[in-house]
């Protein structure tokens, strides 16, 4: 690798001795630069988020976080979902599919954006054609998912932290209702979206969004209300409409000021995990202004 993070360090990719289809490690390099330090941490996160999903998905990242995600009936309509959530973001992103990229994606994404890298499982010949006239573009085939990995490592000063990767799989069985309001069957299914979206996005965390997309992610704040406001920001930059939307939390709601403000915008449906000392008056903010909240009771910090 030519540098690491930043160009004054030096930098090395190492792989397992087993590698798993529908990784980084394991993917083939069609075309473009060489991958730097940044590109492999920035792609693992897209191909790890994306391949959590069973439906056709598309999902952006820009320096290690999710900038937008949609699921849809076929690819090309799920890039233009997540493109539309935040162009902005996802210019010089890394777009990644859980379905093969075809000709017609391919050649949608070069209309609209500049992007770093394009991933999917399989990269069909009459996609590689078009984008073979930019040659910048990494493009890398990797396989399909086939087995979650088990543990995971940070390494800091004098040691190593290791941890069970968070491979929780959270069901419509798992959640509890809190409110008075209950959620529909859309906000539900919308509930579990984000939340699979959310894992992946650095603490503390906001995601707002509706009919299968994000629409806004607040990512990496001090406090959850900055998270909130950061995500409502992103979202009207792009004049979103955030009535009827959900909002997911990576972690419990200390007070009930998220939820007042969530309440503003037009928020109808919050999942988080609960567990704070102030539920009672959360939950009774939430049923103040109407909004059904849904209790995970799991958490999902990211550092």
């Known amino acids: 690798m030519r540098y690491g993070e930043n160009q004054h360090q030096k930098s090395a990719f190492y792989t397992d001795f087993q590698v798993n289809p529908g990784t980084i490690s394991y993917a083939n390099q069609k075309q473009g630069k060489k991958l730097s330090y940044n590109n492999i941490i920035d792609a693992d996160i897209a191909i790890s988020c994306v391949m959590s999903f069973k439906e056709i998905a598309c999902v952006i990242v820009k320096h290690a976080v999710p900038c937008s995600v949609a699921i849809s009936d076929n690819i090309t309509n799920a890039y233009n979902l997540a493109y539309a959530s935040d162009p902005s ?24 954006q500049f992007s770093e890298i394009i991933i999917a499982p399989v990269i069909e010949k009459s996609a590689l054609s078009i984008l073979q006239s930019h040659k910048n573009i ?8 086939s087995k979650k990995s088990n543990l995971e490592f940070k390494k800091v000063h004098s040691g190593l932290l290791v941890q069970d990767y968070d491979n929780y ?39 707002y969004g509706k009919n299968q997309k994000t629409l806004g992610i607040g990512s990496g704040q001090s406090s959850r209300i900055f998270a909130a406001k950061v995500a409502y920001y992103k979202s009207q930059e792009q004049n979103l409409d955030l009535n009827h939307s959900i909002m997911a939390s990576d972690g419990f709601f200390p007070f009930r000021d998220s ?11 919050i999942i988080q995990p609960g567990g704070s000392v102030h539920d009672a008056k959360v ?6 202004h109407n909004i059904s909240m849904i209790f995970t009771n799991i958490r999902c910090f990211r550092h």
Not at 187 to 205: D, T
Not at 283 to 288: D, G, P, R, V
Request: glycine letters at 4%.
């Open 169 to 207: 799989n959270l069901e419509k069985k798992n959640l509890n209702v809190v409110t008075y309001k209950i959620p529909s069957s859309s906000e539900f299914a919308n509930a579990l979206f984000l939340w699979k979206i959310i894992k992946f996005v650095k603490s503390n965390a906001i995601v």
């Open 259 to 269: 939820i007042d403000f969530a309440a503003k915008i037009g928020v109808s449906c």
């Open 283 to 288: 939950i009774a903010a939430a049923n103040e």
């Open 89 to 112: 973001s996802s210019f010089g992103g890394i777009i990644a599919f859980n379905k093969p990229l075809d000709m017609q994606t391919a050649t949608t994404i070069i209309k609209y």
């Open 138 to 145: 990494r493009v890398l085939e990797c396989g399909y998912f």
